[in-house]
C-alpha cells in the first residue's frame, strides 16, 4: 500500500508482532483494490478493566475514490472470548476485501454499462490534469480520480470517459477511465 496505514490502540497493549499483521493485512488490500486513498485500523477492547472474557474489537476503515467509505468491524462473541486477537483481525481483513471486491466489481460493471461522455487528455501535471470534452470545456481530474491505470503512464491525447461533477472551481471529473492512449508521453 502506498499511502501510511494508521493504526490505533484503545485498551491493548501496541505490539511489533500485530503491527506487522496489520501492515501485511492492509498491504494485501491492493490485490483487490489499487486506488484506495486511505486506510485506519482502530484495535480495542472496551472492558479490559473485566478480569473475565475481555473482547476484542477491530475496526477496519478504508477510502475509495469518488467518496466511498468502507468499514469493517469486527469483535468477539460470548463464545469466542478465547479467540486471540489475530483471528479478529484476520476476520476484520477478510471482509474488508470482500467489501473492496464488490466495489470493484460495481465500478467496473458502471464503466462497462454506462455511456459516460469522451474526451482527450489536454494537459498533464504533477498530480492533475485536464481533458477536453467535444464541446472544448477543459475538465479538471486529480489523479486519485484515475481508475485502473497509472498517472505516470498517460499521455497527452489519450482518450477517456469520466464522470462530471461540479468542484468549487468549476467542472471536474470524479473518475476517469482510459479508452485508448495516444499522442505523445510527457
Request: hydrophobic residues 35%; proline residues 4%; aromatic residues 6%.
Amino acid at each position: 500500500m502506498q499511502l501510511p496505514i494508521e493504526i490505533s490502540y484503545r485498551g491493548v497493549q501496541k505490539s511489533a508482532e500485530i503491527d506487522d499483521l496489520i501492515r501485511a493485512k492492509a498491504t494485501r488490500l491492493d490485490r483487490f483494490c489499487d486506488h484506495i486513498s486511505r486506510c485506519s485500523i482502530a484495535i480495542e477492547q472496551p472492558n479490559h478493566q473485566q478480569r473475565s472474557g475481555n473482547p476484542f474489537r477491530v475496526r477496519v476503515d478504508v477510502t475509495v475514490p469518488p467518496g466511498h467509505e468502507l468499514v469493517a468491524d469486527e469483535k468477539q462473541t460470548e463464545h469466542e472470548m478465547h479467540e486471540p486477537l489475530t483471528k479478529i483481525i484476520n476476520d476484520a481483513f477478510k471482509t474488508m476485501e470482500r467489501q473492496l471486491k464488490d466495489l470493484v466489481e460495481r465500478q467496473r460493471h458502471e464503466v462497462k454499462t454506462h455511456a459516460e461522455p469522451r474526451a482527450l487528455i489536454t494537459k498533464l501535471f504533477a498530480d492533475y490534469g485536464f481533458i477536453t470534452d467535444g464541446g472544448g470545456v477543459d475538465i479538471y481530474f486529480h489523479r486519485n480520480a484515475l481508475l485502473g491505470t497509472d498517472f505516470a503512464a498517460l499521455k497527452i491525447g489519450s482518450e477517456v470517459r469520466f464522470d462530471l461533477s461540479h468542484g468549487e472551481m468549476g467542472p471536474q471529473a470524479s473518475t476517469v477511465h482510459v479508452v485508448s492512449t495516444g499522442g505523445s508521453k510527457l
